[in-house]
């Protein structure tokens, strides 16, 4: 069974930057569509970035042009440069598959994730 361990989150300021890392187990990546997703405080989980196996990606509007998304299917891991960070990202993150157009859908076996915590 495929699963994720991420890292790489942590307190930062406003303007930022962070990279989160998520490595998987169980299962290897390459066939696999792949997003990260995150869970602010009392709202559903997003998604916020996504790749497919051949290296397209797609970002939610909010984090365009400041995230970027990437990963190495020889190392078995994602990735997340995450710079320009707002206070409006704070939140958990998560990675998982990619099912579908991004969308966190009804997937269910979220790791444990990483607190990404900005200040203003």
């Known amino acids: 069974q495929l699963q994720f361990v991420e890292s790489g989150g942590g307190l930062v300021q406003s303007g930022g930057s962070l990279r989160l890392s998520c490595t998987a187990s169980g299962s290897t990546l390459e066939y696999y569509a792949l997003g990260w997703f995150r869970q602010a405080p009392g709202k559903e989980h997003e998604g916020v970035s996504c790749?497919?196996?051949?290296?397209?990606?797609y970002y939610k509007d909010s984090v365009q042009g400041r995230f970027t998304i990437s990963r190495d299917n020889a190392k078995n891991t994602l990735y997340l440069q995450m710079n320009s960070l707002k206070p409006e990202d704070t939140a958990v993150y998560y990675c998982?598959?990619?099912?579908?157009?991004?969308?966190?859908?009804?997937?269910?076996?979220w790791g444990q994730g990483t607190q990404v915590t900005v200040s203003s």
């Open positions: 790749v497919t196996n051949d290296g397209s990606t």
């Open positions: 998982a598959p990619d099912w579908g157009a991004c969308s966190p859908g009804k997937y269910d076996s």
